[in-house]
């Protein structure tokens, strides 16, 4: 069953069609819903000049691990209703009797021949009698088997240098760590080393925009107080991941920066007090207009926007071109301050020190979510949040957490292996870490 682009970068897609179907529960009293899963790849996105890898294959296959699709309709009144509709070809259309009323719940899970669920959806509607179109998106079913296997696909480096951050872009995944190591994969299973004489150093931060990948250096000056660092910017074009050259070179004092992040044809890098931007990929750095925030570590793009976080002050400034910031409270309590950022989803994804979560769209205005860990009886060090899958993971030293409903349920995963980043790529997530010098892991097939 061939099923668009988007489905299999987590999103298995439920959309509505015109065309008769099967109809797969039937009763007085109820509401046509109609329901057609598949479509062709072509349809679903847009064709990009690279002519790599995409984040999932250009084939879009449904697994073949996912042999039905089952349908739960629940509310009020009535027993659940469960229809299991096998898989049978590219386009499948199903009409659902759902019994009148409001509230009604429709779950939508792809299965195996298990029965267990690897993707999943949920919608609410009001049955009113008059015939409904649906669309339900479906993201990956904590229960999937794939996440509970993880296998090294990179163990290979010529030096002792550890990865430890990821950043992908025009179809190729870039690894990079200590001593200047640097790999790269356009489909997330072969990896090819990319270091380079011209990077040397630690890589504190790693980024993708504007057909440049950068990655940062920082080197700390202790002879004397207080403290200044060194932050050197290396680039290469996503044409040629092999060629590495000096970009702009940024001094800081106290702390060093620590993130990057593109948009809009601007990279800002954040660290300390400070966030810098630069509009010739990474040449030249100039300080944005930002003031009240200590401790920025962090910095992510999405919807049109920056947002970083500090662990002082307003806790959040948001900016919509890297240079001028508005700061703003994310609402934690005192006691605790923030963690982690990432985007995804259409969703910034925020973390705090007591493993409590937020979200936002905007960046301004944020949303506590389900805590994903009771860190008042665990010491956890928290490294990344990445997105994929239709969710987020959450990566810190006690293994990885999962969010496939924006951060209201998270299911712990204990990957066996010490994970520092991670990203989805390729209809997997993959991960660098410290089990053997440069490891680089991958989960099963999603």
Request: net charge negative.
């Amino acid at each position: 069953m061939v099923l668009p682009a988007v489905v299999l970068t987590g999103f298995l897609l439920v959309a509505t069609l015109a065309g008769c179907g099967a109809s797969a529960v039937t009763g007085d009293g109820t509401t046509a819903v109609k329901v057609t899963i598949g479509g062709s790849a072509a349809s679903a996105a847009p064709a990009t000049a690279s002519s790599r890898a995409t984040p999932r294959p250009l084939s879009a296959t449904i697994p073949s691990t996912v042999t039905a699709i089952r349908f739960t309709i629940r509310g009020a009144g009535f027993a659940d209703i469960v229809q299991t509709v096998p898989v049978t070809g590219t386009t499948m259309t199903v009409t659902l009797q759902v019994p009148d009323g409001p509230g009604r719940t429709i779950l939508v899970e792809a299965l195996d021949s298990n029965g267990i669920s690897h993707f999943r959806g949920v919608t609410v509607l009001d049955a009113a009698g008059v015939p409904l179109s649906i669309t339900i998106g479906m993201a990956v079913d904590p229960s999937n088997p794939a996440l509970q296997t993880w296998t090294v696909v990179a163990n290979t480096i010529a030096t002792s240098g550890v990865l430890n951050h990821l950043t992908q872009g025009d179809g190729i995944v870039l690894a990079g760590g200590t001593s200047g190591e640097l790999l790269s994969s356009t489909d997330g299973v072969s990896w090819t080393s990319r270091s380079s004489q011209n990077l040397s150093g630690d890589i504190a931060a790693l980024a993708f925009g504007n057909n440049t990948f950068l990655a940062m250096t920082s080197t700390g000056n202790f002879t004397a107080l207080p403290v200044t660092w060194t932050n050197r910017f290396f680039g290469a074009t996503s044409d040629n991941v092999a060629d590495w050259t000096a970009r702009g070179t940024v001094g800081t004092v106290g702390l060093p920066l620590e993130g990057i992040a593109f948009g809009g044809g601007t990279f800002v890098a954040v660290g300390d007090n400070s966030a810098l931007y630069s509009l010739d990929n990474g040449a030249t750095w100039s300080p944005g207009t930002i003031s009240g925030m200590q401790g920025l570590s962090r910095v992510a793009y999405g919807n049109g926007r920056f947002v970083t976080m500090g662990v002082a002050g307003d806790n959040v400034a948001v900016s919509v071109d890297g240079i001028a910031w508005t700061t703003s409270p994310i609402g934690i309590p005192a006691s605790e301050f923030p963690d982690l950022l990432g985007f995804g989803n259409g969703l910034f994804l925020a973390t705090t020190s007591a493993g409590n979560v937020y979200t936002s769209a905007d960046g301004a205005t944020w949303l506590q979510r389900t805590q994903y860990l009771d860190l008042s009886t665990a010491d956890i060090s928290v490294t990344t949040v990445a997105a994929g899958g239709g969710g987020f993971m959450i990566v810190t030293s006690s293994g990885l957490f999962f969010t496939f409903d924006s951060g209201d349920t998270w299911t712990a995963i204990d990957p066996g292996i010490s994970v520092f980043d991670g990203t989805f790529w390729n209809g997997a997530f993959v991960t660098v870490g410290s089990t053997g010098p440069g490891s680089v892991f991958r989960s099963g097939d999603l």
